[in-house]
């Protein structure tokens, strides 16, 4: 019995050894690998900024034939030079995804995979100038039960038939959050989306109000300050909050009646979000006063000495 015990002690050892120099060698090639693999990259950026700036021919290939995995490499890459550029000429990219067929690519990793991993792959896809074939096999996942896939197949569906965007995200259920309105304006900043503002803050639908209302807080368009103080006083409970930050952000004046009794409706905790984001913005206690009662009061002074603002309100 000792001796099996023994046995199985120094198999385990030896078990052990091999995987800790399995470990170690793979690292050091890994230090290796990646040198090159950044290097290699950083050109296919060059090239591809290059014919950006140029009237020359775009790549159709690029040196990543030694990369492991460069389909997603590629992938990634394009999605941070798209997410770092505007006014992209979508030529030069829209080769390399034929070229490497990266569309087909992340719809079958995205049918693969699941939750969050399926998302990633559909915002890349998102990012890529996509075909309106690929975004009919992603409208699949318009039903999946994970929020975050079913509202980056709505981004493909956006990206590929900028025409069809009110009515894609009029239809989308739940109601957008905050992020994902972000997300959208993204789109909108590459030139994808219209900017008429007023239909969208005017429309009944609260997915098309949010996207009105972070259009207009981006953009600054302070001409909309009225129907601003209209949806605050008028509009449902999601679209009034969203529509007083918009104002804050904005930093305009909150001495209006509308303001006054839309934060006299507040609950507790949506008061108190919005105390943080009036002093992030650098609002002065006596600017916003009238707002709240005693308590409210002490509490948004210790707020701004807390965010250690030197304010002056004439």
């Given at each position: 019995m000792i001796r099996l015990l023994y046995i199985l002690y120094f198999a385990a050892a030896a078990a052990a050894v091999v995987l800790l120099a399995v470990r170690l060698a793979g690292d050091r090639l890994r230090r290796r690998r990646h040198p090159r693999e950044r290097l290699l990259c950083r050109y296919a950026v060059r090239q591809i900024v290059s014919a950006q700036l140029s009237e020359e021919a775009a790549p159709v290939r690029l040196p990543l034939r030694r990369i492991v995995g460069r389909r997603h490499r590629l992938c990634e890459l394009l999605s941070e030079l798209t997410a770092a550029t505007y006014g992209l000429d979508a030529?030069?990219?829209?080769?390399?995804?034929?070229?490497?067929?990266?569309?087909?690519?992340?719809?079958?990793?995205?049918?693969?995979?699941?939750?969050?991993?399926?998302?990633?792959?559909?915002?890349?896809?998102?990012?890529?100038?996509?075909?309106?074939?690929?975004?009919?096999?992603a409208a699949r996942y318009l039903g999946d039960r994970c929020r975050e896939v079913r509202f980056c197949a709505l981004l493909v569906q956006i990206a590929a038939d900028p025409q069809q965007v009110l009515q894609s995200i009029a239809a989308f259920d739940p109601p957008l959050t905050e992020g994902e309105t972000a997300e959208v304006v993204h789109l909108l900043r590459r030139g994808l989306l219209p900017i008429a503002y007023r239909p969208l803050i005017e429309s009944e639908n609260e997915n098309l109000c949010r996207l009105g209302l972070a259009i207009v807080e981006r953009f600054g368009i302070e001409e909309a300050e009225p129907t601003l103080l209209r949806i605050v006083a008028e509009g449902s409970d999601a679209c009034s909050a969203v529509a007083l930050r918009t104002l804050v952000s904005m930093h305009r004046p909150l001495q209006r009646r509308e303001v006054t009794e839309r934060v006299r409706r507040m609950p507790r905790a949506e008061l108190r979000a919005l105390l943080h984001l009036?002093?992030?913005?650098?609002?002065?206690?006596?600017?916003?006063?009238?707002?709240?009662?005693?308590?409210?009061?002490?509490?948004?002074?210790?707020?701004?000495?807390?965010?250690?603002?030197?304010?002056?309100?004439?």
């Open positions: 030529t030069p990219v829209r080769r390399l995804v034929r070229c490497y067929r990266l569309d087909r690519w992340l719809l079958r990793r995205a049918r693969l995979s699941r939750g969050c991993r399926r998302a990633r792959y559909l915002k890349w896809l998102a990012d890529l100038p996509v075909e309106r074939a690929a975004a009919r096999e009036l002093a992030r913005e650098g609002y002065a206690v006596g600017a916003v006063r009238h707002l709240f009662d005693t308590e409210e009061r002490a509490c948004y002074e210790s707020m701004v000495g807390s965010y250690k603002r030197q304010l002056v309100w004439s």
